[in-house]
């Protein structure tokens, strides 16, 4: 009976493959929307698309990362129902938001125009982006936190 007991403690206590990797991906999305935001805010001032087409390209791909490292098998949403099953829906929703937001950054590339500086609503669309792209970090943060009780790094 103690070994059992000695297992699943340390079976509990011990990290999680694929936390370890997510907490190390967390950093490079982090960093590539932080580069988002730098670029949108000098924007205004008469950056071209020049300077949105390499750093969302750059996003794009963490993202696919990102989305890879939770979504795969062995990934971060499987390991959390194995172990909390009950945030099942939340998984979903974070899966559907991969999706969409997916979707927005190709968009957003698609729609920049050669050399120009974005229109107003471009921009308005790309921080709209930046929005939901901020927001989805945070519900992901929480929906950690609240599988494995620990914080992987929640810098705003």
């Known amino acids: 009976m103690r070994a059992e007991i000695g ?6 206590t011990t990290p ?10 967390r950093l490079s999305l982090r960093r590539a929307i932080d580069d988002f935001e730098d ?7 008469g950056e071209t698309a020049e300077r949105f087409r390499p750093t969302l390209d750059h996003l794009r791909v963490v993202f696919a990362v990102h989305v ?15 172990i909390a099953p009950r945030l099942a829906n939340r998984i979903d929703r974070l899966k559907r938001e ?9 968009s957003a590339l698609d729609g920049l125009p050669a050399g120009a500086t974005p ?18 970090r945070t519900r992901g943060l929480d929906l950690v ?3 494995y009780q620990v914080d992987i790094g929640g810098e705003s």
């Not at 297992?7 to 509990?12: D, L, N, P, Q």
């Open 7 to 12: 297992e699943v403690y340390e079976s509990a």
């Open 98 to 106: 991969h999706q969409m937001i997916t979707g927005e950054i190709r």
């Open 39 to 45: 670029v949108l805010v000098a924007a205004p001032g």
């Open 68 to 82: 890879e490292v939770t979504e795969a098998a062995g990934g971060l949403y499987e390991e959390i129902l194995e």
């Open 16 to 25: 999680r493959r694929a936390l370890e990797k997510a907490k190390g991906q």
């Open 119 to 136: 229109d107003r609503e471009l921009h308005a669309e790309l921080e709209r982006l930046y929005t939901v792209l901020s927001r989805h």
């Open 145 to 147: 936190y609240e599988a």
